[in-house]
DNA sequence: AGATACTAAATTGTTGACAATTCATCGTCA
DNA sequence: TGACGATGAATTGTCAACAATTTAGTATCT
């Protein structure tokens, strides 16, 4: 798509950060992979300077994890993690929804809409994984309505650290996050009536309902490839 | 106090933070404060590249702000920031108090009144810069009770964010912090009876008292020197 | 005096070479 | 075959020199 010139502006660190938090958004970096310097200063086109930079900030977002002398993984939450994630999300998420649904002007809501129409345009031309971008992303969007920017930055991360969590322990039959029931534009009508009850409402059970599409019995640490693939170890 | 010696183990730039974060606690770091490389690398006897991540890593938690060519300053809220940042820890707050109320075992508890023995001895002994940072740890040990890791982290960079506030917008003639009512001792109390609704009363009050001791009227940005003082200028 | 332009010092940013560590491959031996 | 160990390649960490930018100081002119 969107090649890389040679000869363009150098590419930040915060560039980077926010392609790599893309990639996460889309599924497309799964958890577990390796980053290595090189080939993150081959693709992007900097120095390694730059992308050191990048690994220190996602490491401190919780989205790599950085060991000494071992360099950059995709960060991959345990279970326990993950619940601390969503209860986060439950807790912060509904504030800055009371928030957002104060605030939120004609402008905001027709926007919002302009969201959905994107969301479900995304899930009939089956574009996974830009569908999956914009279901995250439609939860920071009703966010930022709130105009609190610490805990929309913070909101940004648990979303982020959610789209690992869903990778590691989604149910890859079902739908991949449970919104088809298309709670999403509920939620905007709801905020559009300003009723601040209905709309936590709403929240809490789309949550719990991503929640309960979680399974967290597998393996925690290091798959065990013979299980993966059904194979009967070698004696 | 502790001073420095040459051949110790290097420093890492945690522990950079860490003692840049505990200045700001104790108010020993006022907002506009520059920090330069140079003399941290001194300070501290690390590199460059140390202090370097350093600050990019406290950039992020917006306890220094890092501008292009220009440096590290120690941040400087503006009253837009303050609010949010306060409006912030009451949600985040309350949600880690019912949870830690919850949680929190004898044990727990018994180690919260050691803090607030501590907290009275420094007030005691007129350690004031101790007594600040102490105040502000106690928010923090609550929290902790309360097992969610990331909200903790979230407050623990609200709380920094409150110090520097308080130093830029607090009124110095008042105690530093409301606190001399002694609200700390009677969360305490709240907790070991598992009463959710009167501890998060008591934070939501707390919370208001420090935020009514708070002025915004002064210049937001660059210091006047000549108001500050009193100085007329030479025409 | 005040404003402007220029020079020098200080500070930050970047790059590349080198050191340290880890990882992979291979060989040896029981 | 499997375990152990050593060698070499690859990757990460560190440092110092150099480049770019900002800041402070000085001189000059109106």
Redesign the interface.
């Known amino acids: 798509m969107t090649r890389q010139k040679p000869k363009e502006a150098a590419l930040t660190e915060e560039d980077i950060c926010q392609r790599v938090r893309d990639s996460v958004l889309e599924q497309r970096l799964a958890p577990g992979t390796k980053l290595t310097e090189e080939s993150l200063c081959g693709v992007f086109g900097v120095g390694r300077t730059t992308v050191r ?1 990048a690994f ?2 996602l490491s ?1 977002d ?1 989205i790599v994890e950085l060991q000494k002398n071992k360099g950059a993984v995709i960060a991959s939450p345990s279970p326990d ?1 993950a619940q ?2 969503f ?2 999300r439950h ?2 998420e509904a ?1 800055l929804l009371a928030r957002a649904s104060e605030a939120a002007d004609t402008n905001d809501i027709q926007n919002l809409r302009g969201h959905l129409a994107q969301e479900k345009d995304a899930l009939a031309k089956a574009d996974i994984a830009r569908w999956i971008r914009l279901t995250g992303e439609f939860h920071l969007h009703v966010a930022k309505l709130a ?5 929309y930055h ?1 909101l940004e ?2 979303v982020f ?1 959610s789209s690992l969590i869903i990778t590691l322990y989604g149910r890859h039959g079902q739908p991949v996050q449970s919104c088809t029931g298309d709670e999403h534009t509920r939620l905007v009508d709801t905020l559009e009536r300003r009723d601040i009850v209905a709309a936590q409402e709403i929240l809490t059970h789309h949550l719990n309902d991503i929640e309960a599409t979680l399974r967290f019995e597998r393996a925690a640490g290091g798959d065990d490839l013979h299980q993966i693939f059904g194979m009967a170890r070698a004696s």
Chains 1, 2 share one sequence.
Do not use: I
Not at 147 to 151: C, L, Q, V, Y
């Open positions: 930079r220190l900030l401190r919780n993690e601390q994630v209860e986060a807790t912060v504030a105009g609190n920017t610490p805990m913070f991360q648990l650290r």
